[in-house]
């Protein structure tokens, strides 16, 4: 079995597949919503049945003229037979104790941030984050952003001031606030303190 392999020396995945297959569940999803079988299908984009069916089990690369074809005899636009690959496209699997260490302005010592994965190309941002606090401090960081964030405990105790109030979370406790108020740990109540939080915000045009 041969693998194809970048000038570097990595693995070239074979998106080439990855869009065939794609392009064949979107014909059959749209064919079978329609009631139509593989004959009626393949006579309206003037194709053959076994053209069609290669086409719907990702075993062929059709040429754009059978894409508009097959689109006019399904009733779809042909950037409608593209939306399954482009739907899976974006994926990012964060093993156990990893992620992207983040320096977030105000942190220190004893202060973990890792980014578990951000958004691209989207109207809006996402950022989720596993923050976690193995140090006692004095002084807190203070934090105050656009968007809206959700804390989730994961480990720990603390008391978690928002605006001119404070609360206290434990493992289970989830915390929904405006980003744009004051808002980061008060007083730590047992180490280590651990906490899912994920921050939404519109972004930047």
Not at 180 to 202: K, W
Request: glycine fraction near 10%.
């Amino acid at each position: 079995m041969s693998t194809d392999k970048s000038e570097d020396g990595g693995i070239e995945q074979n998106s080439t597949k990855s869009l065939e297959v794609a392009i064949g569940r979107q014909v059959r999803g749209f064919r079978k919503r329609l009631n139509l079988t593989v004959a009626n299908v393949a006579k309206q984009a003037q194709l053959s049945s076994g053209m069609l069916s290669k086409i719907e089990n990702g075993l062929t690369s059709p040429s754009l003229a059978t894409l508009d074809s097959l689109a006019n005899a399904l009733h779809v636009p042909v950037t409608a037979l593209f939306r399954g690959y482009e739907e899976q496209r974006d994926v990012t699997v964060i093993k156990a104790g990893e992620g992207l260490p983040i320096e977030r302005r105000g942190s220190g010592a004893g202060h973990e941030y890792r980014l578990l994965g951000h958004t691209i190309g989207k109207p809006y941002t996402i950022e989720p984050y596993v923050i976690t606090i193995s140090d006692l401090s004095e002084v807190f960081p203070v934090f105050q952003h656009a968007g809206t964030e959700l804390i989730y405990m994961l480990e720990g105790r603390v008391t978690y001031r928002h605006g001119d109030r404070n609360y206290l979370l434990e493992p289970g406790d989830s915390m929904f606030f405006d980003a744009e108020a004051s808002h980061g740990p008060d007083e730590i109540l047992e180490l280590p303190c651990r906490y899912l939080s994920i921050i939404v915000s519109q972004s930047a045009d």
